[in-house]
């Protein structure tokens, strides 16, 4: 008997042409903005697009992301294929584009164990160290605060997964893991690679004409597996020694020494998970730490609320800690405020389908690539006026707390299901200190150039699959020189 989904017709979309679909509809810059659109203009908030044979379907509302993601888990959770950076160059290692099954499972476990909230407090001395030693950079040196944004979310993951200690400058960890990125970068972005859409492409020999991309992969396949073992190495070396200091690594290797299982299997799953947060982590949180600095840039008053804030709960001389947070309501909701305004990820990480689903009486075929718009829920008018707007207040109830009716931008912008970032409770937690402790002993401003005009950002941003404002000048004074001793001695106790 014929599953009953079969005969359903399937979500609608823009018309399709015969044997390429949409493909020469589809945007290949702000997609999210066009997906939008058209979910908008067919007065519907799930579309399907189908490109050359691929099925698409973009879930362009939070009521059907979590019905179909969370709710039909079991069958929307697995990730696409992709040949060039799963099958070629080795990141079939990480659990984050992973097929969806044992392998996934074990590692995401792994992960877990360490980043559910009372785990991650574990983590949260080394963010504030590694957060005071940023504030110090950031003093001398702050035309260059987008390189110490990337150094401190370097240092910390580094620190959370390995115990290492990130150098200032030319560190061969973080260097070793850039360029991974970097060719992770490349070796993802769409439309780019034939052989994504002809995987028996992969199997030409190198030294065919037009098989660049193989020699491309083999180098960068290289990259990977140097980030993957070097941090590795070094950190098993410590925990030997018995120098290490306390890290995922340490941890799971600890749990590995009680426990019975086949040892060499899951210490090659301890050293791809942590290879995996260092991708988690870094693009992510200097996006939302940029954006921070845009968004005051932008609404010069939410840097004063904040501040004031600040100092009516902070002790004089003292910097916030986490332990301040409840009080700090306003500065919570600038976090918020900035990864709701110009989420991270507008697309998240899209899932795939193992088998058909029926939905709202439509049919979702296997296979089907499913793209949560988060953008769009994020910027959806109903849930949040003004939407494109930054406004922090929109988080503050009567009572002046955080207003629990106001839907938490963390319920869309970490994706969802089975799949959801495994990362979150750990990167709000950094992000958040951060952005306390810049707000606590820094003033954020348009800078002026040698005439005294004031030089606008442009607030553009760079179209990823991680979204970055386009580089922008800033001035960041410290408050006062109390304000600047504070930093000066606090980096000096943590060196
Ligand atoms: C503000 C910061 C961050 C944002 C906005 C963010 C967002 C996301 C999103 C949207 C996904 C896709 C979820 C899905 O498939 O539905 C994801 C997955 C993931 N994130 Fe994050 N993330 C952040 C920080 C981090 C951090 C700090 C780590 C590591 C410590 C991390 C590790 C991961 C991993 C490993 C996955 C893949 C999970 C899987 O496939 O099972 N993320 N993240």
Redesign the pocket.
Known sequence: KRPSSHYAPLPPGPKKLPLIGNLLDMPTTFEWETYDRWCKELGSDIIHLEVAGTSIVVMNSAEVAEEL?DQHSAIHSD?PRLVMVNELMGWNF?????AYGDE?RAQ?KL?QQE?HPQAAERFQPLEVRVTHQFLNRLLEDPKNYVHHIRHLAAST?LG??YGIDVQEDNDPYVDAAERALVSLGLGIAPGVFLVESIPALKYIPEWFPGAGFKRKAREWARYSTIMRELPYVAAKKEILQGTAQPSFTSYSLEKLAEGEEDVAEQEQRVQSTAA??Y???TD??V??LSTFILAMLAKPEALKRAQEEIDSVVQSGEFPRFSDQERLPYVTAIVKET?RWK???PL????ASTSEDLYRGYRIPAGSIMV?N?WAILHDENTYPEPHTFKPERFIGEDGKINPAVKDPDTA????????????F???S??WIAVASMLAVFDISKPVDENGNVIEPTFEYIPSMACVPAPFECALKPRSAQAEDMIRSMASEHS
Do not use: D, E, Q
């Open positions: 993601l990730r990480s659990f984050g584009l992973m996934w995401r992960f980043f993951i959370i997964a995996t947060m991708t988690g982590a992510s949180t996006s939302v990864m989420n991270v990820t998240g990480i899209p899932h949560p988060i912008l970490f994706g969802f299901g089975r799949r959801i970032c495994p990362g979150r750990m990167a709000f950094s992000i």
